[in-house]
């Protein structure tokens, strides 16, 4: 069905059209899309050209050369550059399409105006012809209606007047005009009809379908011209086409043509010739500085690991880290085995993730197991590397065996001193409370009690042990055992120690927690021994204390069921293993060599606290109460000074400062040290009870009472004390009226040496915060610099003290006052009733120049001299 029979219409003709229209506006959309297309493409070009040109700035350097990725990669960059070529070319074409578009809607737009012109013209004719019907029909009724009343008019006259007469004839002559004229008018209506007839079937039979007929192959022949457009238009952007191809052909063919095997032929060549034919680079050597250490010599070593009290934590924590990371890099390799054989796949891990990148499929099987291979090459390599530390930090601890820890620092006598007497408290707490594995062995010792002592009556020849010695041996060595008992405590305390049930820390050689230093001091002959106690991290150790080419100290190991030993067999008691040691003459291990000779019994001060029955408080001083008690042994009245506990271990350190400085100390006017406690808190220090108390507070009580005879007494007694203290060495740092102690007939002992220092000079390096300032010499309060001719100008203030008979010095001036002040020249006035000689004393230990001040000897045969001529005056 074409538009000749389908469009006759007026409605089709309206709606051919309408459809005109909406193709003509197609055609501009169409125009404008092609137009945009075509933008886009010259962009496109223009980016890809950049892309191409970006690409091209490879590395042209030597290094390069023969690569065949390099030479892929830049004939894909031409490539892209091509593309962007035929992108640009296309656009260009896009543009002729997009005129050609042009120009056929205007052909479209004048087909479509010829149409409805023609159209219009043959309906024209075919409208006119109509008219001229309905007009002729109009004047058609008209002379009929003219012809039949003059017909009746002419019949009417015919009839009055007979047929003749003018008027007749006049009416005739108008009938007959009219009827002519009727004639007329029907012959051209009739012709008229016919005409409009024949028009109106060429019309709709000849002229309209001939016009439509034309107007569909006109516009049959735009479509094909349209389509021919849109074919262009395709073929513009096709990115399949044949150019596109070619050019995606290359780029494939020049990818392909990458050979991994012959990307480094040249590279290698050339450098296997020339440049780094070379042995491989010369190791880099990792050297340990000795310089760093050449001011501390012993203490640490190059290369060698430290172990001592400070690392050993350290060491094996980080002992157990190292060995969890070699059983780890040990896993993974097993697992990585176990996956390249096919077993399980692997879940997580570096394999996992090489999974990964293998399901994106780039990695060829090979690379896989290239990768595999290389990873577990470096499992290996980071094992071996920890391992290594393992050894060495192994070997390390192993060198030290049951040998107890050094101490890493050098100032370890008063910390262990603290460690261990603190830690001595912690012990007995969980001890009471707990069964954790904070529970110390001495403890556990003391639990046991005699059961752990029992040696006398069991067979000394132990069928545990490996290496027995005869019973004769056994006899000579019990023998020279006690021959060789050293101090006065006679027979060895070790043999009557096997007489006896008592637990091991009753026995003679068992010194508690004596510091190291002080057992050091103890031992001095090869074979000495001693049994001790020290705490570590809140565990108690026993201790064996040697002298043997220097001190051994060797750590009484526990076994699993509780027994004890050292390198040779167990025993269930301390006491037997020590005189297995003793007896066998066997190294107690092998590396230390060391032989038990000669045990080493307690000194007459290292006390138990139980020995003390404290009275009543009688003073109180800086680390805590002091106490009137009782000896248990001899009931003899003692002082004791305590610590509090809650003090922290510096000052529990200093607290004990001052029972080390005193133990060596016999002088009737030094302060008598009778021992120490350090068994449990609170710690203590047992000293002579000194009646008279604080001399302060004796000046102050009795000041009305007391003479200068008395006065320069006790100006005498403490020169005395200070002259044995300054022969000792010892500085006492802190000598004033309140630091003495008044006996039996006003005699005078000094005391409180915590302060003190067995030094020639000290230098304060820790600041200088609790410095009795009114007491101190100018050069230790600005330099920190300490002698005993410090101590003269404190003896000097002491005098003053005791003259004014317990006033403060420099009352009514603050210390930074009173330094100035002194500073500037300033000297107390003398007391009343002072004798000038002990003012000028007094005056001469104030001097500014410590070396123009008097020594204690000098000052107290001054005093001496003065209280003789006083005595013989009187
Ligand atoms: P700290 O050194 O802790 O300051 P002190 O040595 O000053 O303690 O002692 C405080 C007080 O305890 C003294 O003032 C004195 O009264 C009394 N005191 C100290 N030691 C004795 C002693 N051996 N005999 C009698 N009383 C003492």
């Not at 479209?108 to 309906?123: D, F, G, P, S, V």
């Not at 699993?560 to 025993?571: K, L, M, T, Y």
């Not at 060391?594 to 007459?604: M, W």
Request: hydrophobic share 35%; aromatic share 6%.
């Amino acid at each position: 069905m074409g538009f000749s029979s389908a469009l006759q219409g007026r409605a089709a003709h309206e709606a051919l059209i309408v459809r005109q229209d909406a193709e003509l506006r197609l055609m501009e959309t169409m125009k404008r899309s092609i137009q945009l297309k075509a933008k886009c493409d010259r962009e496109y070009a223009i980016g890809l050209a950049a892309v191409a040109q970006q690409g091209m700035k490879t590395d042209r350097a030597d290094e390069m050369q023969g690569s065949l990725i390099t030479k892929a990669w830049r004939s894909y960059m031409d490539e892209l550059d091509h593309q962007a070529k035929q992108f640009k070319s296309n656009a260009e074409l896009l543009e002729v399409v997009c005129e050609k578009l042009t120009h056929l809607s205007q052909d479209k737009r004048k087909a479509r105006k010829a149409y409805q012109e023609e159209h219009a013209k043959i309906a024209a004719r075919l409208n006119h012809l109509t008219d001229e019907v309905v007009r002729k029909k109009a004047e058609y009724q008209k002379h009929l209606e003219g012809y039949k009343a003059l017909r009746t008019r002419f019949e009417e006259h015919y009839i009055k007047s007979g047929r003749g007469g003018r008027k007749l004839d006049d009416v005739r002559d108008k009938y007959q005009k009219a009827c002519r004229k009727l004639h007329l008018t029907h012959n051209e209506y009739v012709l008229s009809i016919t005409e409009a007839v024949e028009v109106e079937k060429d019309f709709r039979t000849v002229l309209l379908p001939g016009l439509l007929e034309h107007q569909q192959s006109v516009q049959e022949s735009f479509i094909l011209l349209w389509k021919n457009i849109l074919q262009e238009t395709s073929q513009h952007g096709d990115l399949t086409s044949d150019k596109f191809k070619e050019i995606q052909k290359r780029i494939d063919n020049v990818i392909n043509s990458i050979n991994p095997s012959e990307e480094y032929r040249e590279f290698t060549e050339k450098h296997n010739y020339s440049l780094y034919r070379t042995s491989p680079t010369t190791p880099l050597v990792f050297q340990f500085d000795d310089a760093l250490i050449e001011d501390i010599p012993g203490k640490l070593q190059s290369n060698t690991l430290t172990v001592d009290n400070l690392t050993v934590d350290w060491l094996r924590t980080r002992l157990i880290d190292l060995e969890m990371s070699v059983k780890e890099c040990q896993e993974k390799q097993l697992k990585m085995i176990e996956h390249a054989n096919g077993g399980s796949p692997i879940a997580n891990g570096s394999i996992a993730r090489n999974g990964s990148t293998a399901s994106n499929g780039i990695q060829s099987p090979k690379d896989s197991q290239n990768r595999q291979s290389k990873d577990l090459n470096a499992l290996r390599c980071q094992e071996k590397q920890k391992q290594k530390l393992v050894d060495m930090i192994k070997c390390a601890l192993n060198e030290i065996g049951c040998e107890e820890l050094p101490s890493g620092c050098d100032d370890h006598l008063e910390q262990n001193f603290i460690e261990n007497s603190f830690n001595n408290d912690q012990q007995q707490n969980s001890a009471t409370s707990t069964n954790s594995t904070g529970v110390s062995i001495i403890n556990e010792l003391r639990r046991r009690g005699g059961v752990l002592t029992l040696l006398r009556g069991r067979p000394f020849k132990r069928k545990s042990t490996p290496q027995p010695t005869t019973p004769t041996v056994n006899r000579m060595r019990t023998q020279r055992f006690n021959k060789l008992q050293p101090r006065s405590q006679s027979l060895g305390s070790l043999s009557m120690s096997l007489s006896t049930n008592r637990p091991l820390y009753e026995e003679e050689w068992f010194h508690g927690v004596l510091p190291r230093e002080e057992v050091v001091r103890l031992l001095n002959n090869d074979g000495d021994f001693l049994v001790r106690e020290t705490i570590r991290n809140e565990e108690s150790q026993i201790v064996l204390s040697v002298c043997w080419n220097g001190h051994k100290h060797f750590i009484v190991q526990t076994t699993v069921d509780g027994h004890f030993r050292f390198e040779g067999p167990p025993f269930p008691s301390i006491q037997e293993l020590i005189m297995h040691q003793y007896q066998s003459e066997l190294p107690v291990t092998v590396k230390s060599g060391a032989i038990l000779r000669r045990a080493i019994c307690r000194e007459r001060w290292e006390l138990s606290n139980d020995d003390v029955v404290l009275l009543e408080k009688i003073g109180r001083g800086n680390f805590g109460d002091v106490y009137k008690a009782k000896l248990k042994s001899t009931k003899q009245d003692v002082a004791v000074k305590t610590c509090r506990m809650t003090l922290p271990d510096e000052q529990k350190r200093k607290f004990l400062q001052e029972g080390r400085i005193l133990k060596q100390y016999d002088h009737p006017n030094i302060v008598k040290l009778i021992g120490i406690c350090v068994q449990k808190q609170p710690i203590m220090i047992v000293m002579e009870l000194v009646p008279g108390g604080s001399l302060l507070n004796y000046l102050r009580k009795n000041s009305n009472s007391l003479t200068t005879r008395q006065q320069m007494g006790m100006c005498r007694d403490a020169a005395a004390g200070m002259r044995y203290l300054e022969s000792k060495n010892c500085i006492h740092r802190d000598l004033a009226a309140r630091n003495c102690l008044v006996d039996f007939e006003n005699s005078v002992k000094i005391s409180d040496f915590g302060m003190s220092r067995e030094e020639e000079e000290y230098i304060v390096s820790d600041g200088m915060k609790q410095i009795p300032v009114k007491w101190t010499a100018p050069e230790a309060l600005n330099f920190g610099k300490y002698t005993s001719l410090c101590d003269v100008w404190s003896y000097g203030i002491l005098m003053w003290e005791i003259f004014s008979k317990g006033d403060t010095p420099y009352s009514g001036m603050s210390n930074s006052r009173a330094r100035e002040r002194i500073d500037a020249g300033y000297r107390m006035p003398t007391p009343e009733n002072t004798p000038p000689e002990m003012y000028r004393l007094m005056l001469k230990c104030w001097c500014a120049e410590a070396e123009a001040r008097p020594h204690f000897d000098e000052i107290y045969n001054v005093v001496d001299a003065l209280i003789i001529r006083l005595d013989n005056s009187h």
